[in-house]
């Protein structure tokens, strides 16, 4: 049967179709799908008595040729006609990847860590640590030096990324080896090598559980100290070049902060005598969150935590007396690390026990209140603006979707009483066509507004980030390892569940990086349960505020929110 040509008309577009009467709707869908993107399911085509459907035979339309049917229909997502060309990039198929490979997919699931006996503790550290991107980098490219604690052959081992096939207390080389690994994977991966490293580096985490079975329980906190330690100590980068270049401690410049302290006596006595209050400055790698019977959020303990009495000797006096530091931030790092104090020794049990007052904590947290107040100065302005240009941004964003939806709902319309007027007697067919004609160019005329309104506002944000690059100050903007916003954005939890320190179950929530292609990764966090990895929403992370032996909150790490970009 010869085929018919006819012409579908599809948002103002006319597509010519060879239409053969031998075949079924659904098979015209497909090819309607090729020319304009939209998927079957989604496409209405109006023909006489109604929609056209999947099994209706063609041949029933008794279509001539030249006749004009009406499609209507939108894409599901962005894949458009001109997606079904040949892709950038030849397709693989999972079943056809290399582990490795299968690891490194987009959207690929995490490799876990086997509990190798109550190494829990250990796992969520590893876990949140890899969430900095900046430090799997320059683990990279880390080579133990010939001197080193891991010795000369260890080190040619390490450079294969073999070092784990020996003993070695270089803790950095082993967390570079066990990071490949992991990237390797999605498998519950062992960290048998590095859990020997830190044993050796450090031997309480070898103690023995007073039962004579297997290892202790340990405190995550604890680890993650003593492996920031030793990474501050191992982990050099280079800044500049030649022999200018300028040698810094990795942790020292993304991880760790400064404090400016004024210490002063509280017995009035020293006052009268002459007592000057003192300063001093000290580099913090944590902030500790003390929970107290008032502290009811993240910010209550940590401004608690920057006020400390101190009992030592006053000169003056020429006795003990009890002393009140006060503490500011001068410097914020990139990532912020915050601890929950939860655990105190008890000595009826001989236990840390664990406090478990319900603390909450954001998702972004502004820490310019804690700051002293030259850096105030410095971050408000910037801070203000950012949140200013965030809300601009916003604005534009619900005026797209809102402008994109009338006017989808506007071409239905028109659609639809074209198809009823293709029934009428030719004088109003005419008629309504020049109605529409009409419309058409008042509609042209409110798009264009429109158009001009989000040009405008697109105009407005774009000046109000290059004036927010200029309210950055210069010392803060030279060093890529300091937050110049004062907002943290919150990236990795640890978590603990139990009584006490040294039993229960530690796990990891950290965040999916987004990079931006479809927004599937927006909200949503994996959680680290040893080898079990499990994708989950952010809502979840609302539940880790503590109140009872449940998971509660130990480790935060929030990094900081960087600068909108200019383009």
């Not at 052959?153 to 294969?160: V, Y």
């Not at 503590?546 to 935060?556: C, D, M, T, V």
Request: charged share 30%; aromatic share 6%.
């Amino acid at each position: 049967m010869a085929s018919i040509p006819v012409i579908i008309k599809h948002q103002g577009k006319r597509h010519e179709v060879e239409l053969d009467p031998s075949l079924n709707g659904e098979t015209l869908k497909y090819q309607l799908f090729s020319l304009t993107g939209v998927e079957p399911e989604r496409q209405k085509i109006l023909v006489k008595g109604g929609q056209l459907k999947d099994e209706t035979p063609l041949s029933s339309l008794n279509a001539k040729p030249g006749q004009t049917f009406m499609m209507m229909g939108t894409p599901s997502g962005t894949q458009g006609a001109g997606d079904l060309g040949r892709p950038k990039e030849v397709m693989k198929f999972l079943e056809d990847m290399t582990e490795a490979e299968a690891a490194r997919a987009e959207g690929a699931t995490p490799a876990g860590l086997q509990n190798l006996g109550n190494t829990c503790y250990l796992n969520s550290t590893l876990q949140a640590l890899r969430g900095v991107p900046e430090l799997q980098e320059e683990l990279q490219r880390y080579r133990p030096s010939a001197g080193s604690s891991g010795g000369s052959s260890l080190a040619g081992l390490s450079s294969l990324g073999l070092g784990g096939l020996g003993a070695s207390t270089d803790l950095t080389a082993s967390l570079r080896d066990l990071f490949k690994q992991m990237s390797e994977t999605q498998e519950g991966f062992p960290p048998l090598m590095f859990l020997n490293a830190l044993r050796n580096a450090y031997p309480q985490f070898a103690q023995r559980d007073r039962n004579g079975h297997g290892y202790a329980q340990q405190d995550a906190e604890e680890a993650w100290s003593q492996i920031v330690t030793q990474l501050r100590n191992k982990l050099v980068i280079k800044e500049g070049e030649g022999e200018s270049a300028a040698e810094v401690s990795f942790v020292d410049k993304y991880l760790a902060g400064r404090f400016e302290s004024v210490t002063e006596c509280d017995d009035a006595a020293a006052k009268e005598v002459g007592e000057k209050p003192t300063e001093s400055t000290d580099v913090f790698y944590k902030l500790d969150c003390h929970i107290g019977k008032e502290t009811n959020h993240l910010s209550d303990g940590i401004m608690a935590g920057l006020e400390e009495k101190i009992e030592k000797h006053s000169s003056t006096l020429d006795r003990d007396a009890v002393y009140t530091k006060r503490s500011r931030i001068a410097r914020l790092p990139k990532y912020l690390t915050v601890h929950f104090v939860r655990f105190f020794w008890k000595r009826e049990t001989q236990k840390k026990a664990k406090i478990m007052r319900k603390v909450t904590f954001p998702h972004e947290l502004d820490v310019v209140d804690f700051c002293t107040e030259e850096l105030k100065q410095q971050l408000i302005p910037v801070r203000d603006k950012v949140r200013e240009i965030r809300k601009e941004e916003v604005d534009v964003e619900r005026a797209r979707k809102r402008q994109k939806l009338a006017h989808r709902q506007g071409e239905e319309k028109d659609e639809e009483a074209e198809s009823s007027s293709s029934m009428e007697p030719m004088q109003k067919k005419k008629a309504a066509e020049e109605r529409k004609e009409d419309k058409d160019e008042a509609m042209a005329d409110v798009f264009k507004t429109d158009a001009d309104y989000e040009a405008e506002k697109t105009a407005s944000i774009l000046a109000a980030k290059k004036e927010l690059s200029a309210l950055v100050d210069q010392k803060l903007a030279a060093d890529a390892g300091v937050n110049t916003t004062g907002l943290y954005e919150l990236r990795g939890v640890i978590t603990h569940q139990g009584a006490s320190a040294d039993s229960g179950h530690y796990t990891a929530y950290v965040k999916k990086q987004d990079d931006g292609s479809d927004g599937s990764a927006e909200g949503k966090w994996w959680w680290f349960n040893d080898e079990k990895v499990t994708e989950v929403d952010g809502e979840k992370i609302e539940t880790l505020a503590g109140g009872g032996e449940s998971h509660s909150a130990l480790i935060l790490l929030y990094r900081a929110v960087e600068l909108p970009s200019a383009n």
